[in-house]
Nanobody, 115 residues
Framework: QVQLAESGGGLVQAGGSLTLSCATSGNTGSIKAMGWYRQVPGTERELVAGIISNGLTKYADSVKDRFTISRHRTWNTMTLQMNDLKPEDTDIYYC?????????WGQGTQVTVSS
């Protein structure tokens, strides 16, 4: 089993920065990829940034050049550095891990950007 725990959310003014962290535990050797997702209530969860085993990354167009995803080589931690935050970045951010049997989610962390 794999457990995920997010931290680092909070309230920040537009133009500010936050760093989200996702700590993993359990059978982290089964992780194939990880990502940060966000979900506005009533909509589907969308990928914000993802990273796979070889280090390749993928970003949503809305966050390119502002957000940076990184991970420890053993998947013990994953971070999302968020710069130049905008009010539209306000959301609950979820850490997700791709496992052979499906996606595992963390509990989410709230990011609020004031204008």
């Amino acid at each position: 089993q794999v457990q995920l725990a997010e931290s680092g959310g909070g309230l920040v003014q537009a133009g500010g920065s936050l760093t989200l962290s996702c700590a993993t535990s359990g059978n982290t050797g089964s992780i194939k990829a990880m990502g940060w997702y966000r979900q506005v209530p009533g909509t589907e969860r969308e990928l914000v940034a993802g990273i796979i085993s070889n280090g390749l990354t993928k970003y949503a167009d809305s966050v390119k050049d502002r957000f940076t995803i990184s991970r420890h080589r053993t998947w013990n931690t994953m971070t999302l550095q968020m710069n130049d935050l905008k009010p539209e970045d306000t959301d609950i951010y979820y850490c997700g891990a791709n496992l052979p049997w499906g996606l595992k989610w963390g509990q989410g962390t709230q990011v609020t950007v004031s204008s």
